[in-house]
T-cell receptor, first 114, second 116 residues
Framework: AQSVAQPEDQVNVAEGNPLTVKCTYSVSGNPYLFWYVQYPNRGLQFLLKYITGDNLVKGSYGFEAEFNKSQTSFHLKKPSALVSDSALYFC????????????FGSGTRLSIRP | EAQVTQNPRYLITVTGKKLTVTCSQN?????MSWYRQDPGLGLRQIYYSMNVEVTDKGDVPEGYKVSRKEKRNFPLILESPSPNQTSLYFC???????????????FGSGTRLTVV
């Protein structure tokens, strides 16, 4: 079965430092992978996706993610964190059973301290 | 502005009192879906719709109903709400049912439901 795991419930980073939010996946076939962000009192917003091609994917707000097939990981990264990056982040994968369905991880709360 | 609109944003109700949460999108999207978000569990799919008059169960459909009479609207109905349905609910849409997972979803702002 397809699944994604976000091993950290919370990640704390000082402003200006690099950040990483971890995600590992389990899929049959080639993975379609996504990152979404949820700000307080808002719906989820699409950040970036990996379908094929370069292992380093660039997305919105200066975020990027690195696809690693051997480690089945898709970690979200940013070179220099901002306080405004504080939010809930979800990793997601396309379900093999349906071209339409996306399966979400449990979420990681990112907290950036000034 | 292209968006998915959910109403209401907040709702407190009593056990057994039927309620409907509305969802409307103005992007002519084929695919629409309902999710519930619970701490530590992420988002779980309740129902989805590939197009008008085509709906199907997701992972946690018990206690919910949906309908898709028009392309833009996809209401979520709780016929007899119970406290275990207290949750944060999101409606989402995507342009094409066949490739929804390729394009990603557009989400509404959410409905926080409390059943007492």
């Amino acid at each position: 079965a397809q699944s994604v795991a976000q091993p950290e419930d919370q990640v704390n980073v000082a402003e200006g430092n690099p950040l990483t939010v971890k995600c590992t996946y389990s899929v049959s076939g080639n993975p379609y992978l996504f990152w979404y962000v949820q700000y307080p009192n808002r719906g989820l917003q699409f950040l970036l996706k990996y379908i094929t091609g370069d292992n380093l994917v660039k997305g919105s707000y200066g975020f990027e993610a690195e696809f690693n097939k051997s480690q089945t990981s898709f970690h979200l990264k940013k070179p220099s964190a901002l306080v405004s990056d504080s939010a809930l982040y979800f990793c997601a994968v396309r379900a093999y059973s349906s071209a339409s369905k996306i399966i979400f991880g449990s979420g990681t709360r990112l907290s950036i301290r000034p | 502005e292209a968006q998915v609109t959910q109403n209401p944003r907040y709702l407190i109700t009593v056990t057994g009192k039927k309620l409907t949460v509305t969802c409307s999108q103005n992007m002519n999207h084929e695919y629409m879906s309902w999710y519930r978000q619970d701490p530590g569990l992420g988002l779980r799919q309740i129902y989805y719709s590939m197009n008008v008059e085509v709906t199907d169960k997701g992972d946690v459909p018990e206690g919910y109903k949906v309908s898709r009479k028009e392309k833009r609207n996809f209401p979520l109905i709780l016929e007899s709400p119970s406290p275990n349905q207290t949750s944060l609910y999101f409606c989402a849409s995507s342009p094409d049912s066949g490739t929804a997972a390729f394009y990603g979803y557009t989400f509404g702002s959410g409905t926080r439901l409390t059943v007492v």
